[in-house]
């Protein structure tokens, strides 16, 4: 596997930094958890559970070991010493200043191996006025503008389903750069320091939006961009039986195949109109899709290339034939439970492909297995 080679040391908890050596051990990376004893990952914590931890922590945390070491007592940071010696990455997710006050901070560990790469997944980055200030998605997303975007015009901003700023801020960009770094580690011999904000990566996110700002000083209001809610062509509309039809119909082609499935061919001349026009639009397109029910609409748009989609829920997700043709779902074997379902792997390499080897670990399951490889535990 591309990564067989690569052992991290993973010091992070809950979701980015998890998801982020998620990806790295399904491609062959020897991930490490190294837990506290006594409550290891809070993500463990978390209902509903299978086998003692959660969901969740099954999800994250699959092919990985864990090993529990108390880095705050001197025999615990021994140990962990002892494992950088070997290790090829460390990440870890704690404040700024946590890993220099333990004594384990990446000015260290280079001098114990000169060829680390040392991954920092924070909220606000190692620098700057807010580097020690606590937060969660919610608030990365405040800070960078994306929350005050979402939602209805006229209401309240709307809290996304999925934690943007966590995984596509933190965790996907965490993984790129230990790649980029590991890469560079080739040619050097030398490894260095990320530094991966959730904010400045949520920030990195607004190509569509914050560009037009910072060209023109326009502000961008909620409901009147073409992606945000302004136009007819991208919108949620709702179906008689009270389910929902998104439409994305964007580009000319489309649109004209979707006025033509409503039966509204005069609508065609107008996928460009000004804003109170696609409000106009956008009422009556509601009257017509509320006509009928989710599965006439899918009907009628089967054949038609108008970029129509049913709402599908998780019930109907994990059944949809792209998704189970994708394995996005997986059921992997597990030494109690029998088997479990899981999501699968995003990222898709033809020689190369990455696998669901093993379960999540025990808190501290390999402890003494990864202490006597390295001469710790006799």
């Not at 940071?77 to 333990?102: I, Q, Y």
């Not at 937060?135 to 405040?142: E, R």
Request: aromatic residues 8%.
């Amino acid at each position: 596997m591309p990564l067989t080679s690569i052992r991290v040391l993973d010091l992070t908890r809950l979701l980015p930094g998890p998801y982020c050596t998620m990806l790295l051990a399904d491609f062959g990376a020897e991930v490490i958890k190294v837990e506290d004893p006594k409550v290891g990952d809070y993500a463990r914590g978390y209902d509903p559970k299978l086998d003692e931890d959660s969901a969740m922590f099954h999800s994250l945390n699959r092919n990985k070991k864990s090993v529990c070491l108390n880095l705050k007592s001197e025999e615990g940071k021994a140990d962990f010493l002892k494992l950088v010696e070997t290790a090829d990455v460390v990440v870890e997710s704690f404040r700024p200043g946590v890993m220099e006050r333990l004594g384990l901070d990446y000015e260290r560990l280079k001098n114990i191996n000169p060829g680390l790469v040392f991954c920092a997944v924070t909220g606000y980055g190692q620098t700057g006025p807010y580097a020690n200030h606590p937060g969660h998605d919610i608030n990365y997303l405040s800070y960078a503008g994306l929350l005050d975007l979402m939602g209805e015009q006229d209401g309240k901003p709307i809290v996304p389903a999925a934690q943007i700023a966590d995984i596509g801020g933190g965790a996907l960009p965490a993984a790129v750069g230990i790649l980029l770094a590991l890469f560079e580690r080739e040619k050097s011999g030398k490894g260095q320091f990320v530094d991966i904000s959730m904010l400045d990566g949520v920030v990195s996110w607004l190509q569509t939006t914050l560009p037009n700002y910072l060209s023109t000083d326009v502000p961008v209001i909620r409901g009147e961009q073409t992606l945000l809610g302004g136009m007819a062509a991208y919108e949620v509309y709702e179906t008689k039986d009270g389910r929902w039809l998104s439409v994305g119909a964007l580009e000319p082609k489309f649109w004209k195949a979707f006025c033509e499935g409503i039966g509204r061919g005069d609508f065609i001349p107008l996928l460009n109109a000004p804003l109170h026009e696609q409000h106009r639009l956008k009422y009556e397109i509601q009257l017509i899709i509320a006509e009928k029910q989710l599965g006439e609409w899918i009907s009628i748009f089967s054949e038609k290339e108008a970029c129509v989609s049913p709402v599908l829920t998780f019930e109907e997700l994990v059944h949809d034939p792209q998704i189970t043709e994708r394995e996005m779902i997986q059921t992997v074997a597990h030494k109690t439970l029998g088997a479990v379902k899981q999501i699968g792997i995003p990222i898709k390499l033809s020689e190369t492909p990455g696998e669901i080897r093993g379960q999540a670990p025990k808190l501290g399951e390999h402890t003494k297995e990864i202490l006597k490889e390295h001469d710790i535990l006799k």
